[in-house]
């Protein structure tokens, strides 16, 4: 089984492949095609694969390409991880949102917006792609911010595209082991867009533990997201929210701790992963060592500014490990092997939540088979809810249309329209500022 990586020049594969490494089962992938424009960071990423399949007798055979045609043809699955304007276009985005005094993340607000309207048109260039050279493979992505370009890439390929993210597999994780649960066993009563969900309920052998944490303020200010959010607010809420979700609760907080940074998430990743790449450029240089040192760091310092305007200390030991490979390789799992499965992941609405429309692609739990993956019923979100994510899908509509159009006016409207922009001429300046700083935005005009 053929299974092709778009990005495989980022810093990450190492953890698909790692995970592939372990599975040894018939119907396996065999082969993995790397594709990225860039071929230095190509051979870096190469050479850490080839050191991590050392010792390995049946490790999948990995090849490296710039020609993406030529990545795409005869695979099984895509795994789509691209970065459009790599880690500067990240920090670009940050600086420019943090000068007008607004959120630069890069999926939420401002900051995702703009990373939005830069990948969209590459990421239905290489739907198209799939579409016409290998129809019968199925796409999985990655790339942010996933519940958009999924959504963009679904009008080309429909369902055989899913979108995948390791945030609320991490919070579910965290929720059942803080309950003394076996993740594994419990359902996770999650729904929402991606970055912009809530988990409402965590089951156990048919019982619903989540009122047993909410009601212990000890065990719920225990982990990752009561420090983050408080024990009070979490049972305001009656649910525990993404962690992204800190962005719009604590939204002052957050760009005030963010402008205050010495250095911007994407401005630290930028000189991380220059620091990984340039070391690489040594053929005597242990190539996996030098990747998993700087993997920890990464991890290490995620969300580091959020944490420190809770007051909520250093990440769990348990928290550094990742997830998202995991799920991809359940997912592949599922689908070429038939083992059914349930992951919660980025499909579209069909009927599962009344307010939105059956194309708008929403992050659920879902029955996965051979067939696809297939969102289970929900029950309706609280109006609070409803009202963010409604709010939200309408600007990912107005930048699925600005992309598609070229406007400038609708990529300002789709800037003023976000809950976190707070005024139309600070979208407008938005706009300037980033078509100043990113040629792939020459396209608005």
């Known amino acids: 089984m053929k299974l092709t990586i778009l990005g495989g020049g980022g810093f990450r594969v190492p953890l698909v492949y790692g995970a592939l490494l372990q599975d040894h089962a018939e119907g396996r992938v065999t082969h993995v095609v790397l594709h990225d424009l860039d071929s230095a960071r190509l051979s870096a990423v190469t050479r850490v694969l080839a050191e991590q399949a050392a010792g390995v007798p049946d490790a999948p055979e990995v090849s490296a390409t710039t020609d993406l045609d030529e990545a795409l043809r005869g695979a099984d699955f895509v795994f789509s991880a691209i970065r459009v304007g790599g880690l500067e276009g990240r920090a670009n985005d940050e600086r420019v949102a943090l000068d007008q005094g607004v959120l630069g993340q890069e999926t939420v607000g401002a900051g ?13 260039d290489i739907a198209r792609r799939v579409a016409r050279l290998a129809p019968d493979a199925w ?16 009008r080309h390929l429909g369902d055989r595209v899913i979108g995948i993210c390791d945030s609320p597999v991490g919070l579910g994780r965290r929720i059942a082991r803080v309950l003394g649960a076996n993740p594994k066993e419990a359902w996770i009563d999650y729904v929402g867009l991606n970055h912009l969900g809530w988990v409402r309920g965590l089951r156990v052998a048919g019982r619903d533990e989540l009122p047993r944490l909410l009601a212990d303020p000890d065990l719920l200010g225990s982990f990752e997201e009561g420090k983050l959010f408080g024990v009070d607010w979490l049972r305001s809420l009656g649910a525990i929210p993404n962690e992204y979700l800190h962005y719009y609760y604590f939204n002052r907080e957050a760009v005030r701790a963010y402008q205050q940074a010495e250095k911007t998430r994407g401005a630290f990743l930028h000189d991380q992963q220059a620091r990984f790449y340039a070391e690489m450029r040594n053929p005597d240089a242990p190539a996996w060592k030098v990747w998993d040192r700087t993997r920890a760091e990464r991890e290490a310092t995620y969300m580091a500014e959020n944490r420190e305007t809770a007051g909520a200390g250093e990440r769990d030991e348990d928290d550094l490990s990742g997830g998202y490979e995991k799920v991809a390789l359940a997912l592949m799992r599922a689908i070429a092997r038939d083992e059914r499965t349930t992951l919660i992941l980025n499909v579209r609405n069909q009927r599962t939540l009344s307010v939105l429309d059956a194309d708008a692609v929403i992050e659920v739990p879902c029955l996965v088979d051979a067939n696809g993956a297939h969102p289970v019923t929900v029950d309706p979100l609280p109006d609070h809810a409803t009202g963010l994510v409604c709010a939200v899908k309408a600007v990912e509509r107005e930048v699925l249309a600005a992309a598609d159009s070229g406007s400038r006016e609708t990529a300002v ?24 700083v990113h040629p792939g935005l020459a396209y608005l005009r």
Do not use: Q
């Not at 995702?112 to 239905?124: E, F, M, Q, S, W």
């Not at 409207?413 to 100043?436: I, M, Q």
């Open 413 to 436: 409207k789709a800037f003023a329209l976000h809950p976190l922009v707070d005024s139309v001429n600070v979208a407008r300046r938005l706009v300037e500022g980033y078509t100043e």
């Open 139 to 154: 796409v999985i992505n990655f790339t942010n911010p996933a519940g958009l370009v999924t959504e963009a890439m679904s």
């Open 112 to 124: 995702g917006i703009a990373y939005g309207l830069r990948t969209v048109p590459v990421a239905v």
